[in-house]
Every structure is written in C-alpha cells, then in structure tokens.
C-alpha cells in the first residue's frame, strides 16, 4: 500500500527500539506509550498502534515529528483516513521543514483519494509532484492523481498519467496497475460507443416503427400507390433496423463476457430475456404485416 513510507517508518521504529535497549527497562509514561506504539506498529497491530502513539503524543516529550508521523500511517493502515487528514494538517502546521514532510504531504493526498475528495486529492499530490520531482513516491503519486481522475470519469485524463508512469517509470511498483487501467479505460470506451450506438439504433428503430404506423393509418383510408409504396419502404427500414439492432445487443453482450464484466450464465440469461421481449415484438409485428397484407390484396 505505502511501500516506500513502510520502509521509511521501519527504519524509524527500528532507531527507536535501539535507543530503548540502550536505556534498559527504567522508562517514564511518555516512553513506554512511544514504544509500545513501535512494537505494535511492528506487529501490524494498528489499533493498538494508533491508541499507543495517541498516547503518547499526548505527551510535551512525544508531540513530535517522529511520533505524529508513525501515528499518521498507523491511522492510514487502520482504515482511518479522517483521522489520519487531521494529524497530516496538524504535522504540516508544527513541523514544517521536517525530514518527513515530503512524505506527509504525498500521504496527506492520499488520505483525499480515500475520502472522495477528488479534487483536492489531484490539487495536493500535483502540488507534491511539482516540489519532488525526484522524490521516490512520484510516480505513486501520478498514479494517484489518475486514479482521483479515474474516479470522476475524466478518462483521457487519467489515461495520459498513467502512460506517463508505464514509459517513465516501467519499473515502479505502480506500473503494471497503470497498464491494467489504460486497458481497462480501452474497454470502457469501447463498451461506451457499442452503449451509444445501440441508443442511437434504438431511438431510430422507434421513430421508424412510429412512421411504419402512421403509414399504416394512412393506407386504410387512401389507396393511392403512393402511399402503398410509402408502407413498403417502412416495412423494410423497420426489418434493417431491428437486424442491426440485434447485432448491436450480440457484440455489446459478447464484449462484456470477454471483459469479464459479466459471465456466460448471466448472458445466456439475458440473452433468453431479450429473446422473449424479441418474440413478442416479433408476433406484434406479424399481425401487422398480415393486416397490411389484406389490405394490400383488397386494393
């Protein structure tokens, strides 16, 4: 989840239980919260992690860096992005220029991401970006900033960090999520245009049933052979359209089983729906064509 901030945060611990094993076992309040904070942030126990290193910044002696910091990603691993927002704006206000800010901040946009607040999700890590160009967590954070664009369906903008990320930066841990995401936004915009074109088959196949009915009407009260070959044409736009209509469905529904956004049962399922919906437009439209037939014949 936050590799590079884990080993930065392990490196830390590691210093501090050191320093405690020089000390021997006299250790006042303060210390024994820190350490006990260090120990279950070890272990991976985060609960007992936030509420030890609370604790202990609850003390003059540990309201520092070191300790706000461990607790902020002790709270981030908790699931407690609000909390951990808080502590990341607290950090920035008292202990600007600390060693740890970069990461604060790269951690602060984090948070945002997890909170849906997308926009200022994009706004703290491109400002991060624009400050650490070299930092290690760059191309995380362009990730995550393509992620936050991702979310709000802003495709092309997501897609062009996440190439920035695959040419840039093919070895960081991020890249292949890049890639899965540029695929997946291929996929999308693929369903999108089949979605789109079907609406628009759709929409066109009603307003040419629509027409075939009111040349219908038409031809009952006149017989000229005009109108008659005005009730032909409808007949064979409506045929041509529920053709293409159909295949629109087929490549739409074949496109999500090979996608994996639906599987072979749930297709086979709607497919059998759509097909009963079919056959009942289909016995609608046979009436009609054996009406216009006889009318046809008496003229």
Same mark, same amino acid.
């Given at each position: 989840?936050? !590799?590079?901030?884990?080993? &930065?945060?392990?490196?830390?611990?590691?210093?501090?239980?050191?320093?405690?094993?020089?000390?021997?076992?006299?250790?006042?309040?303060?210390?024994?919260?820190?350490?006990?904070?260090?120990?279950?942030?070890?272990?991976?126990? #985060?609960?007992?992690?936030?509420?030890?290193?609370?604790?202990?910044?609850?003390?003059?002696?540990?309201?520092?860096?070191?300790?706000?910091?461990? &607790?902020?990603?002790?709270?981030?691993?908790?699931?407690?992005?609000?909390?951990?927002?808080?502590?990341?704006?607290?950090?920035?206000?008292?202990?600007?220029?600390?060693?740890?800010?970069?990461?604060?901040?790269?951690?602060?946009?984090?948070?945002?991401?997890?909170?849906?607040?997308?926009?200022?999700?994009?706004?703290?890590?491109?400002?991060?970006c624009?400050?650490y160009?070299?930092?290690?967590?760059?191309?995380?954070?362009?990730? #995550?900033?393509?992620?936050?664009f991702?979310?709000?369906?802003?495709?092309?903008?997501?897609?062009?960090?996440?190439?920035?990320?695959?040419?840039?930066?093919?070895?960081d841990?991020?890249?292949?999520?890049?890639?899965?995401?540029?695929?997946?936004?291929?996929?999308?915009?693929?369903?999108?245009? &089949?979605?789109?074109?079907?609406?628009?088959?759709?929409?066109?196949?009603?307003?040419?049933?629509?027409?075939?009915?009111?040349?219908l009407?038409?031809?009952?009260?006149?017989?000229s052979?005009?109108?008659r070959a005005?009730?032909?044409?409808?007949?064979?736009?409506?045929?041509?359209?529920?053709?293409?209509?159909?295949? &629109?469905? !087929?490549?739409?529904?074949?496109?999500?089983?090979?996608?994996g956004?639906?599987?072979a049962?749930?297709?086979?399922?709607?497919?059998?729906?759509?097909?009963?919906?079919?056959?009942?437009?289909?016995?609608?439209l046979?009436?009609?064509?054996?009406?216009?037939?006889?009318?046809?014949?008496?003229?």
């Open positions: 989840m936050l !590799n590079i901030s884990k080993k &930065l945060v392990t490196t830390v611990i590691s210093v501090c239980l050191f320093s405690a094993a020089l000390l021997g076992q006299s250790k006042s309040a303060a210390e024994s919260a820190f350490l006990d904070g260090c120990k279950a942030y070890s272990a991976g126990d #985060w609960t007992t992690a936030v509420f030890s290193l609370k604790k202990a910044a609850s003390f003059d002696t540990n309201n520092n860096a070191d300790t706000i910091y461990l &607790l902020i990603n002790a709270e981030i691993y908790s699931g407690d992005f609000q909390s951990a927002l808080d502590d990341c704006v607290y950090f920035l206000d008292e202990f600007r220029g600390s060693f740890y800010e970069p990461n604060v901040i790269y951690l602060k946009g984090r948070c945002f991401y997890s909170l849906g607040e997308y926009d200022k999700a994009v706004i703290t890590l491109s400002d991060f624009h400050q160009e070299n930092h290690d967590m760059y191309a995380s954070s362009l990730f #995550w900033i393509g992620e936050s991702y979310a709000c369906y802003q495709y092309d903008e997501a897609r062009a960090l996440y190439q920035r990320v695959v040419s840039e930066f093919p070895d841990a991020k890249a292949p999520a890049c890639q899965y995401r540029i695929e997946t936004i291929g996929q999308r915009e693929r369903e999108e245009k &089949l979605l789109y074109l079907l609406k628009q088959t759709g929409e066109e196949y009603l307003f040419a049933k629509e027409e075939y009915e009111k040349q009407k038409v031809y009952t009260s006149e017989t052979a005009g109108t005005k009730l032909y044409e409808a007949q064979k736009k409506n045929a041509e359209l529920e053709e293409k209509y159909r295949k &629109l469905e !087929n490549e739409l529904r074949e496109f999500k089983i090979a996608a956004i639906i599987d049962a749930s297709a086979e399922a709607q497919a059998k729906s759509e097909l009963d919906k079919e056959q009942e437009l289909l016995e609608l046979k009436a009609k064509a054996e009406e216009t037939r006889y009318l046809l014949q008496d003229q």
